[in-house]
């Protein structure tokens, strides 16, 4: 699959269709519920004030996407969570696209912060994050803060 295939969507929750938000549930639950075998409360009530940004196939299968948190919420600083990519797609360059396209959606001179998967470390920091805490546990996965200042 190429990227240029894709289509790129960007709305409030309260435009979402029950269909995209289907959609979106199903990749998170796939990757982070079954895949990483994490239990945790992925409803929980932060979408509701988040703007989602996310890449489907011509099938409306969802195979990448995240969602950007307004400042106050989740930290003082503007942020982006629940960063995804289906399987099918990983590899291809698409998480970084997602990401660049998710940093200039948040505004892409405002600060960010990110609680990441410490094993991506690496990967933010080539999109100009850096690592401002220790290692902590979230839902058995160690995280670090980052913040794109």
Known sequence: MRHADLLWQHRSFGELTAR????????????????????YQDAD??????????????????????????????????????????????????????????IAAAGEGAPIRIGAQAHLERFYGELGFARVSDIYDEDGIPHIEMLRA
């Open 20 to 39: 995209d938000l289907y959609a979106i549930m199903a990749l998170r639950a796939q990757v982070f519920v079954v895949e990483q075998r994490c239990a």
């Open 45 to 102: 009530g932060v979408d509701l004030v988040s703007r989602h940004l996310w890449a489907q196939q011509g099938d409306g299968q969802v195979v990448a996407c995240l969602r950007i948190v307004p400042a106050g919420v989740k930290f003082a600083e503007t942020s982006i969570g629940r960063v995804v990519t289906a399987a099918s797609v990983r590899g291809t360059g698409l998480g970084r696209e997602l990401m660049r396209r998710g």
